[in-house]
């Protein structure tokens, strides 16, 4: 199994970028897959998931309005367009693959984790 992250980039506040989470070795549309990101020095933070069938969604309350988590099952790839960035959202960016149905905000439904893409906005 794999999952693979990637579109991290360093960009100025109030931009925008649009990571990519390429997954192989799994069924893909069985999965949640959800976003955590993790800053220097803090624990692993949701950060938005998506449901199977894209018909739901979450996000944490620090990004909603201005990410949106999306999937294409056809291609085994979830997507998190990023805009209106802060300095805050500096971090690396992890995408997770989980049954789950339940505590999709935290860490320990997923099952298999990205290396992580860093995404670095500067003021």
């Known amino acids: 199994v794999q999952l693979q992250a990637s579109g991290g980039g360093l960009v100025q506040a109030g931009g925008s970028l649009r990571l990519t989470c390429a997954a192989s070795g799994i069924t893909f549309d069985e999965y949640v897959i959800g976003w955590f990101r993790q800053a220097p020095g803090k624990e692993r933070e949701f950060v938005a998931a998506?449901?199977?069938?894209?018909?739901?969604?979450y996000y944490a309350d620090s990004v909603k309005g201005r990410f949106t988590i999306s999937r294409d099952n056809a291609k085994n790839t979830a997507y998190l367009q990023m805009s209106s960035l802060k300095p805050e959202d500096t971090a690396v960016y992890y995408c997770a693959a989980g049954t789950g149905t339940v505590h999709l905000t935290r860490v320990w439904p997923y099952e298999y984790w990205g290396q992580g893409t860093l995404v670095t906005v500067s003021s």
């Open positions: 998506i449901s199977w069938s894209d018909d739901i969604t």
